[in-house]
């Protein structure tokens, strides 16, 4: 799994006897510190707002003691208020930092108010998000309710609280899930549950216990903290839940008003808003900390009538296929509107493709955090789970949409066209009223699938992610004024998407728009072919055997078995020839050499190669497969293992074109996929046609929204 972002420097730091390790990030004044609440968590608590605050600021995170990369200490007193502050002001020691805006989680809170005032002139700006702050706001009424339910909880419960000992130490992961659980009231929180318990379960039982026994130590009185929080003279923010059920609202409504500070309460929130609603929070924070620091930048407007039509265009950088669609459908709006102009925002290795075809890459691009890299650090061997890999992209989607938005927001943009841009069509869905400009979400496919070895577990989890997507567009259809199927209504796969919830078929045929398959280009005629041969250098005597794996990263192990399987094919097969493309993400050097194998990297005009080979060994990706199916070339594809989408909805529209055969890699070996080779160059093609206008109607389907 990769990180949104990673340090620019990091260390460790010695406070009394613990070790705390901290990390900096980014550049820009001031410096924000992100205190976690430890030892329930650490730093990664972080990993949604992180990234947004370091395109602009210098930040500093650490991990508190007993968790993350810092020292364990269980002794009651190495975890008082003291000696969280003092790892504080060790820290920006360490850093060489001055002056902070301090932003804390719960818990953390209290600390930062024994920060302020013993050490006032560190201090700018101070962010509480669910503050803990003893004896302010009143009774926690649904936390009460919540420690009756953990009570029954219990197969032996004696009248046990909820803080006790003896419970969090003899039934530490019992008691972590249940406490997460109760303060995430939001529906659909899956994965921000799995991290905060993951996270939690990091430490131990007894470290947590010495922690909450150490809250108690030296507890000040409510008139000590009322005048605390009346002294504080900088900005303040507070962010509150009103469904927190570990800290009242009240406390937050409370801190507010005693420091003067804003007051931000999320309806229908609980107490981790910070993951849950990372947008709203992100803009909060980011907001708060520009205005202490404000950058004045020079502002231009142009008259409605003198405006240019606008299209950004967001293209998925997982594989290469969709870019080359989206030129397709590029091209043909210009057709339709010759005066539109359409910048992209982009990642590699989409940029590379786009600057060579001439396109305006915006230069926001920059700051994306890389999603093919990320799945390509999920994958093992020819093993990618994708439907999980996407779950684990949580904190890189997050980051990319905050670009995106802050794109459109400076841009007066007519229309948006998000190629499978899942972070737009998500977090738009989430905070509607962000969107600024006409949406068109493209796909070729719709809904998560479960994987067979994944069980009960996998297929709740993947009918929870679709019913967020089925409320999403009843509860504001708005949102997407374009939802288009790259595709047929038959491409659909007919399975349903969960239990109460409609097929996938019937639901994508109430909501989508179908324009066809769009290739990148239209397939070669006969005449075409032979020129293209001769102008790629393929000789009319050579079998020429293309291996591609896209251009995600994702594929090294499929490389590898077809090259192994070569030398068994040229010993049946005279005059054949295997180019071996690695792509822009896979090392090309180290493969055997052998006379007819060419390894080459990225190839610019790989389509072409593919149009007039005589055989293809591929992944399963659609756009890869679709055009061999649309110029009528055999190929053997190999779906990832536990990659839901080439598994099942590739496999469908495949198997409903008659298109290539389908190959298991975890059950072949070189010489069985040398045989299989040598059938499929033998074997007629006969496909079903793909059409060749799917570009032009999703253009049309595009233009009048310009």
């Keep these: 799994m ?24 980014g550049s820009g004044s001031p410096t924000v510190l992100l205190v976690p609440p430890s030892p329930i968590t650490h730093a990664q608590i972080w990993k949604t707002l992180l990234p947004h605050l370091a395109r602009r600021n210098r930040v500093v995170t650490f991990d508190g003691r007993g968790n993350g990369r810092s020292g364990r200490p269980t002794a009651v007193e190495d975890h008082s208020r003291a000696a969280n502050v003092a790892d504080i002001v060790a820290v920006l020691d360490a850093t060489g930092t001055r002056e902070v805006v301090v932003v804390t989680l719960c818990d953390a809170a209290w600390w930062a108010l024994d920060l302020i005032a013993g050490h006032p002139e560190r201090v700018v700006g101070f962010v509480a998000i669910e503050p803990g702050v003893p004896h302010l706001g009143g009774p926690q009424a649904h936390w009460a309710a919540a420690v009756a339910t953990w009570d ?11 803080y006790n ?44 216990a010495a922690s909450e026994e150490g809250h108690d130590l030296d507890p000040p009185t409510r008139d000590e903290i009322v005048a605390r929080c009346r002294r504080i003279g900088v900005p303040v923010l507070v962010v509150h839940g009103d469904r927190d059920v570990c800290q009242n609202v009240d406390k937050g409504r409370e801190l507010a008003e005693l420091t003067g500070g804003e007051l931000l309460v999320i309806e229908g929130g609980g107490h981790l808003a910070l993951v849950r609603d990372p947008v709203r929070v992100n803009r909060a924070v980011g907001d708060f900390v520009d205005r202490l620091s404000p950058r004045p930048a020079p502002r231009r407007w142009t008259r409605a009538p003198s405006r240019t039509p606008r299209v950004l265009y967001v293209s998925s950088p997982i594989g290469l296929g969709h870019v080359r669609r989206d030129l397709a459908i590029t091209d043909e709006l210009r057709r339709l509107r010759p005066d539109v102009e359409v910048e992209w925002l982009a990642q590699d290795p989409v940029t590379a493709v786009l600057r060579a075809a001439g396109q305006h ?83 070729d496919f719709v809904g998560f699938l479960p994987m067979p070895d994944g069980g009960p577990r996998e297929a709740a989890l993947t009918a929870d992610y679709n019913a967020e997507m089925v409320e999403h567009v009843a509860r504001f259809p708005r949102v997407r004024d374009r939802a288009v199927f790259v595709g047929n209504p038959e491409d659909v796969v007919p399975d349903g998407l969960g239990p109460g919830l409609p097929t996938i078929r019937d639901w994508t045929q109430a909501n989508f728009d179908f324009c066809g398959y769009v290739t990148g280009d239209a397939p070669p005629t006969d005449d075409e072919r032979a020129q293209w041969r001769s102008r790629l250098g393929y000789r009319d005597d050579e079998r020429v055997c293309v291996v591609t794996v896209g251009g995600s990263g994702v594929g090294r ?72 199916a649309a110029s009528q070339r055999p190929f053997l594809y190999f779906p990832l293992q536990h ?38 160059l033998a074997a007629p093609v006969r496909y079903r046609p793909v059409e060749t206008d799917g570009a032009a109607r999703a253009a049309r389907l595009v233009a009048d929204l310009v």
Excluded at 412 to 419: A, I, L, M, S, T
Excluded at 579 to 594: E, L, N, Q, T
């Design 2 to 25: 990769m990180r949104a972002r990673l340090p620019d420097r990091e260390g460790d730091v010695e406070s009394g006897d613990v070790t705390i390790h901290y990390e900096v990030h």
């Design 152 to 162: 029954a909880h219990l197969e032996d419960p004696q009248g046990w609280q909820l």
């Design 165 to 208: 000992r003896h419970v969090i130490t003899t039934a530490h992961r019992r008691w972590v899930e249940f406490f997460f659980d109760a303060q995430l009231v939001e529906p659909h929180s899956t994965k921000q549950l799995e991290d905060a318990v993951g996270w939690a379960l990091e430490s131990t039982g007894e470290i947590l």
């Design 361 to 443: 890459v915006h230069p926001a691009s920059r700051w994306l955090a890389s999603e093919s890299g990320h799945l390509a650090s999920e994958a093992d061997g020819h093993d990618l789970h994708c439907f999980q890999a996407l779950r684990r992209m949580d904190e890189i989607l997050v980051a990319n949409f905050m670009v995106f938005q802050e794109v459109v927001e400076s841009g007066r943009y007519d229309v948006v066209v998000g190629d499978e841009a899942w972070d737009v069509d998500h977090f738009w869905h989430e905070n509607p009223e962000l969107k600024r400009a006409a949406h068109v979400w493209f796909t």
């Design 557 to 628: 192990a499929l490389l590898d078995l077809a090259v192994a399987a070569f030398p068994h094919v040229a010993r049946d097969v005279p005059g054949f020839r295997m180019v071996a493309v690695a792509g822009p993400r896979i090392d090309d050097h180290g493969f055997p050499r052998h006379r007819g194998l060419d390894v080459r990297g990225f190839v610019p005009d790989l389509y072409r190669h593919l149009a007039v080979c005589d055989l293809a060994v591929v992944q399963g990706g659609l756009a890869t497969t679709m055009e061999l």
């Design 643 to 680: 990659h839901f989408e080439q598994s099942f909805h590739v496999r469908h529209r495949l198997e409903r074109y008659g298109a290539g055969t389908c190959m298991d890699f975890a059950t072949t070996d070189p010489e069985s996929l040398a045989d299989a080779m040598v059938r499929a």
